[in-house]
Structures are given as C-alpha cells and as structure tokens.
C-alpha cells in the first residue's frame, strides 16, 4: 500500500458577536495581545421542522498589530468575522492541575460593525500579514457569505 500523506491543513473563519470586552495585555517584551470570546450562531429546522437555535462560544486570540487594531475598535456585542487557524495551549490552574484550551489564533479580523464617518474605510478590515489596514473595498469576505446573510448584513446598514 502507497504511503499517504495528510495534507497540512488547519484553517477556521467564523462570524460572531464579543460576549465580553476584549482584554488587551502586552508581553513581558511589549508585544501586544488580546484575548476575546465571541458567540457564533448556527440556526436550523429540528426533526418537527421548527427553526431552532445553536450557540458555539470560541475563544479567539490577536497579536501584534492586528491586537492593536482590536483594542479600540471592540467591545461587549461588537460583530466580527475571524479568519484564522486553530491552536491549543497548555497551562497550570491554581489547583496545580493542567488545562488546555483550543482557541483560534486570529489571521484577519473584518469589524462588521458600522463605524463613524469621520473613520475611512481603511479601518474596516485588518489583516495581521500586512503593515496598513486593508482597502475594504477589494478586500472583503462578502465572497464567503451566503445571499441571505449578504441581504441582512445590507439590512443592518
């Protein structure tokens, strides 16, 4: 039998509301990070064909610039859509035990909420590989969206 090799592949987008303020910290060598939970809901038809509700809470973590553009622009509610990959870590608890946490570490993050005139669109999008903001405009996940969820998201403006 031929050897069979697993394709190297770990990518995660998601949209989602923050649960709670996102918590902005720095490293011991200043590098920024921020941390935040957001609630991402999946609506579907049960057996009794009723539309029901599910909510996945998913831990998300930023750093470096993109934790930079986080710290201003997010709160409690704010509506994004992630693109990342999947990591888990290790730690001590209080009780001396060990936990581990998958969490998704944060790519590119699209701030789906409106923002003040005064802002450019430039602030819209970020992406953790560049240096500048996004142009919103030729960089957008509308691509990934469904008719439906581009018609509410048009509703929300």
């Not at 509301?17 to 490293?27: G, I, W």
Request: a negative charge; one cysteine or more.
């Amino acid at each position: 039998m031929a050897d069979l090799k697993m394709p190297e592949l770990n990518s995660v987008m998601v949209a989602g509301n923050l649960t709670k303020d996102p918590v902005f910290r720095q490293t011991s060598n200043n590098t920024p990070v921020v941390n935040f939970h957001i609630a991402a809901n999946r609506r579907y038809k049960d057996s009794s064909n009723q539309w029901q509700e599910d909510v996945c809470y998913v831990g998300v973590v930023a750093w470096n610039k993109l934790a930079d553009s986080c710290k201003d622009r997010l709160k409690k509610g704010s509506a994004v859509l992630i693109d990342g990959e999947l990591q888990s870590r290790t730690f001590k608890v209080d009780d001396g035990r060990n936990r581990t946490i998958v969490e998704i570490k944060a790519k590119r993050i699209q701030f789906l909420n409106k923002f003040n005139k005064d802002d450019s669109e430039d602030d819209y999008n970020y992406s953790s590989d560049d240096d500048n903001y996004d142009d919103f405009s030729e960089n957008t996940f509308d691509k990934f969206l469904t008719d439906e969820e581009s018609n509410l998201m048009r509703d929300n403006d």
